[in-house]
Nanobody, 115 residues
Framework: QVQLVESGGGLVQPGGSLRLSCAAS????????MCWYRQAPGKQRELVAR???????YYADSLQGRFTVSRDNAKNTVYLQMNSLKPEDTAIYYC?????????WGQGTQVAVSS
């Protein structure tokens, strides 16, 4: 069983930055594919970024290079650095871990971008 705990969300003005963290329990974190999703009110959950075990990354086209995903296997933590935030980035951000047999979700952290 893997537990994921997200943190770092909050209220930020347009153009600002936030760094989300997702801390995972378990001893094989380095083998997991880690993803960040988000869900805005009234919308479906969407994939934001993904980082796999060899540190290869994927980003949603809509982000236009504003977000960066990274991982620290020594700390069992994955990060999402979000820059140049826009009001449309407002959502609950979720962390997901995918292993060989199971998928795990965190509880989410709220990000609100507003002036």
């Amino acid at each position: 069983q893997v537990q994921l705990v997200e943190s770092g969300g909050g209220l930020v003005q347009p153009g600002g930055s936030l760094r989300l963290s997702c801390a995972a329990s378990g001893s094989i974190f380095s083998l997991y594919t880690m993803c960040w999703y988000r869900q805005a009110p009234g919308k479906q959950r969407e994939l934001v970024a993904r980082i796999i075990s060899d540190d290869s990354t994927y980003y949603a086209d809509s982000l236009q290079g504003r977000f960066t995903v990274s991982r620290d296997n020594a700390k069992n933590t994955v990060y999402l650095q979000m820059n140049s935030l826009k009001p449309e980035d407002t959502a609950i951000y979720y962390c997901k871990a995918t292993g060989a047999l199971n998928t795990y979700w965190g509880q989410g952290t709220q990000v609100a971008v507003s002036s």
